[in-house]
């Protein structure tokens, strides 16, 4: 069976402090991979999504990065981390766009 | 431009009874319609969907009704529990995915 492991859970990070937040997809091949954010309270912003390795598409312009080193491994990165990166991150994955997405378990990334 | 217009953003419900959510889309494109229910700290799980070919679906307490024709589509949750307590959103997809704002539903003991 297909699971997504998205790690970590919280993250307590400093104002121009660098990030790396890591998903890898287990159980299937050439996934499409999303970041999402969710700001508290709020709906689910796209941030990033992928369709093969190296093939990032941005959907937001902002200070964060996205990269696909592997098949199955979604990275997201900032040099220099805002307050206004504050939120709920959640990967997700899906076959093909017909199809539902599933995500992960998330991160809440508190920028202080 | 909001692709996915859904509402009530809030939603307090007395247990045992029905909680509806509503969605409108423009796109007559899109071809498949998923609701997605979010418990706090968790998230987005599917929790059923359609296609416009037929006009509900049900899956327990769970049904969408969809009308193709007003291009809207609704979630029923029937009998509903406190665990049901959860912030809902709908979606609406073709070659890209679009989510409702999502709807945060209380269902009072």
């Known amino acids: 069976s297909q699971t997504i492991h998205q790690w970590p859970a919280t993250l307590v990070q400093p104002v121009g402090s660098p990030l790396s937040l890591e998903c890898t997809v287990e159980?299937?091949?050439?996934?499409?991979l999303y970041w999402y954010r969710q700001a508290a309270g709020r709906g689910l912003q796209l941030l990033f999504y992928?369709?093969?390795?190296?093939?990032i598409s941005s959907e937001v312009p902002q200070n964060l990065s996205a990269s696909r080193p592997q098949d199955r491994q979604f990275i997201l990165s900032s040099k220099k981390l805002l307050l206004s990166d504050s939120g709920f991150y959640l990967c997700?994955?899906?076959?093909?766009?017909?199809?539902?997405?599933?995500f992960g378990s998330g991160t809440r990334l508190t920028v202080v | 431009q909001q692709q996915v217009k859904q509402s009530p953003q809030s939603l307090i419900v007395q247990k045992g009874g029905i909680s509806i959510i509503n969605c409108a889309y423009e796109n007559t494109a899109f071809d498949y319609f998923p609701w997605y229910q979010q418990f706090p700290g968790k998230g987005p799980a599917l929790l059923i969907a359609i296609r416009p070919d037929v006009s509900e679906k049900k899956e327990g307490r769970f049904t969408i009704s969809f009308n193709k024709s007003a291009k809207q589509f609704s979630l029923h949750i029937m009998d509903s529990q406190p665990g049901d307590s959860a912030t809902y959103f709908c979606?609406?997809?073709?070659?890209?995915?679009?989510f409702g704002t999502g709807t945060s539903l209380t269902v009072i003991p």
């Open positions: 997700a994955w899906s076959v093909g766009q017909a199809y539902g997405y599933t």
């Open positions: 992928s369709v093969g390795i190296g093939q």
């Open positions: 979606a609406a997809s073709s070659n890209q995915f679009y």
């Open positions: 159980g299937t091949s050439n996934p499409n």
